[in-house]
T-cell receptor, first 115, second 116 residues
């Protein structure tokens, strides 16, 4: 069955430090991969997505992610975290299944940023 | 332009009552999705509408849950005889419906439902 795993439930980093959020997926075909961010009291906002081409994808707010097929991973990175990056981050895989579009989400990683 | 809107933003109800949650998608978007997000958990797919096609109801957790969509606009999610385990944030998303599963979904702010 298709699934998305985010191994880290909660991560705390200092402002200015680098960040990597892990995401692993299980899907037999070429996946469409997404990272969304949910700030407190807000809906989800797309950070970036991968569906073909260059495996290193640039997104908004200085984030990037790298698709590694051999590791079934799509980890999110940022070289220097800002206090405003504190939020919950969701990895998702898009697929066509049973005649319908589906987006399967991971359980999320909550990021806290220390000043 | 306007994004996805949802109403009400918060709803408190008593166990056993029915509730209706509303979603207004982005104009022109033919695809509409409902998700449930329980406290501290990820998003759980509920239902998907695409144009005039039969909806994908595979995520509805019980027959107490139903949803309708008027053409390619407003959608209503109805929960009958609410239970305490229905307490969650209900999120709606829409997408253009032209490019398949690689499309970006645009999310509304959600409706926070509390069943007492």
């Amino acid at each position: 069955a298709q699934s998305v795993t985010q191994p880290d439930i909660h991560i705390t980093v200092s402002e200015g430090a680098s960040l990597e959020l892990r995401c692993n997926y299980s899907y037999g075909a070429t996946p469409y991969l997404f990272w969304y961010v949910q700030s407190p009291g807000q809906g989800l906002q797309l950070l970036l997505k991968y569906f073909s081409g260059d495996t290193l994808v640039q997104g908004i707010k200085g984030f990037e992610a790298e698709f590694k097929r051999s590791q079934s991973s799509f980890n999110l990175r940022k070289p220097s975290v800002h206090w405003s990056d504190a939020a919950e981050y969701f990895c998702a895989v898009g697929m066509f299944s049973g005649g319908y579009n589906k987006l399967i989400f991971g359980a999320g990683t909550r990021l806290a940023v220390h000043p | 332009g306007a994004g996805v809107s949802q109403s009400p933003s918060n709803k408190v109800t008593e166990k056993g009552k029915d509730v209706e949650l509303r979603c207004d998608p982005i104009s022109g978007h033919t695809a509409l999705y409902w998700y449930r997000q329980r406290l501290g958990q990820g998003l759980e797919f509920l239902i998907y509408f695409q144009g005039n096609s039969a909806p994908d109801k595979s995520g509805l957790p019980s027959d107490r849950f139903s949803a309708e969509r008027t053409g390619e606009s407003v959608s209503t999610l109805t929960i009958q005889r609410t239970q305490q385990e229905d307490s969650a944030v209900y999120l709606c998303a829409s997408s253009p419906g032209l490019a398949g599963p690689q499309e970006t979904q645009y999310f509304g702010p959600g409706t926070r439902l509390l069943v007492l």
